[in-house]
């Protein structure tokens, strides 16, 4: 090899380590600071609380004592700590990753995760769907100001009952959406946060989290299906009124991934018998689904599997603040649970866990999301180890 090839290798090389120490460098400020956020919004309010507290019975109101209360108590300090970026997706969705435009559609079909592709370029890859300027035409609807990607820290711990996590993230500025009246999507909810547990049986989870729930023929997906094709026999067995919602291959028959001959992509349509589809909830094929409206404060918990299903469930709790620029919101969420949909979390087991958030009044796909990663109680080797105490 010539040596002054060798010697442009080599340079190159060099580049690539000063780019990722600074790299690393910024996003270790990043963290410093989002956690010097933290620790002031929740010395504020610790102050707040007790300024409360010290209220007279008559100038203090049940609005008042209700913002100081916390049901959710736990030292955080011995939690376990980690940081998930989550980007914005445009129309990615999973007959997309496993279709003809996806560079890594083999490797994923091997079983590798998302996160061994793509785990070093998760901004890059939200700043490019974001703007529009993917070679893959996945965001046809630009939104201009909005960010590409958010850096959320989880905090995550379990007692003998609940697993707690926290996320907290900054609040991003203001970007309003050119084609919706107002520029916000969901006026009533600021922010809306979203996760999902699976085991390994759900095909995909175990490299993809939740974008096995994603399909091309989803609300306000390039497949979607028009108004007069949701009537008929699927309507008596599916909730249609809002259109076709989340679902898990393992209840359909086929799901079109190539679209030749012009097929719409998915498989909304094709609903298997629903004995199939009951063995599939039998046999921990589906997602346990939470989700939170913070200009509601509901707490919403379900499962997706042959659409999404908010049955109630364990009845998680959930608390949510923005202080100082920075989201916080903690759920408290039951261990084990005799409601069906509901995933139990047991010590040596691990499990599949994605995550989204609706900032800035978004709604539908217009979202950030999580890739894949995995969460067990007390193991070091799960990307988010809630710790006991």
């Known amino acids: 090899m010539p040596e002054m090839y060798k010697n442009g290798l080599a340079r190159i090389k060099e580049k690539e380590i000063e780019e990722k120490i600074k790299a690393k460098e910024e996003a270790e400020a990043a963290k410093a600071a989002m956690q010097a956020q933290i620790d002031q919004a929740v010395a504020a309010a610790l102050a707040n ?12 109101s049940s609005e008042q004592s209700a913002d100081s209360a916390s049901n959710i108590n736990l030292d955080w300090n011995k939690a376990s700590s980690v940081d998930i970026p989550v980007f914005y997706p445009g129309q990615a969705s999973m007959e997309w990753i496993l279709g003809r435009s996806h560079g890594g559609k083999r490797a994923f079909s091997k079983g590798d995760r998302c996160i061994e592709c793509h785990g070093e370029e998760i901004e ?7 703007s529009g300027e993917s070679e893959k035409d996945l965001e046809p609807n630009v939104i201009p100001g909005k960010r590409g990607s958010i850096p959320v820290t989880i905090n995550a711990s379990h007692d003998d009952e609940y697993l707690y996590l926290r996320f907290s993230w900054a609040e991003g500025t203001h970007a309003p959406v050119p084609f919706v009246e107002g520029g916000k999507m969901d006026p009533e909810n600021p922010m809306k946060l979203a996760f999902m547990i699976a085991t390994d049986d759900v095909e995909y989870a175990d490299r993809a989290g939740c974008w096995g729930t994603c399909h091309a023929d989803a609300n306000t997906m390039p497949f979607q299906p028009k108004e007069d094709l949701l009537g008929g026999d699927l309507a008596k067995r599916l909730n249609l009124s809002d259109g076709v919602t989340k679902y898990i291959k393992e209840t359909r028959t086929k799901i079109e991934l190539k679209g030749r001959r012009g097929k719409a992509l998915g ?11 009951d063995a599939a909830m039998a046999d921990n094929q589906y997602m346990d689904l939470l989700r939170y409206k913070s200009g509601s404060k509901e707490v919403e918990d379900g499962s997706i599997l042959a659409e999404r299903d908010m049955h109630g469930g364990q009845g998680a709790e959930v608390e949510a603040s923005l202080k100082l620029g920075t989201w916080s919101v903690i759920v408290k969420r039951k261990l084990t649970s005799d409601k069906p949909g509901d995933i139990n979390i047991e010590p040596g087991k691990v499990y ?9 009044y978004s709604s539908a796909r217009y979202h950030h999301v999580s890739f894949g990663y995995k969460l067990a109680l007390d193991n070091a080797e799960a990307e988010i180890n809630a710790v006991k105490q």
Not at 50 to 60: R, Y
């Open 267 to 277: 498989g909304w349509d094709k609903l298997k018998d629903q004995s199939d589809i």
């Open 124 to 130: 890059t890859l939200g700043n490019t769907i974001v």
């Open 352 to 360: 599949n866990f994605g995550f989204a958030i609706h900032d800035d």
């Open 49 to 60: 609380a007790g300024a409360k507290a010290g209220t007279s019975g008559e100038n203090a």
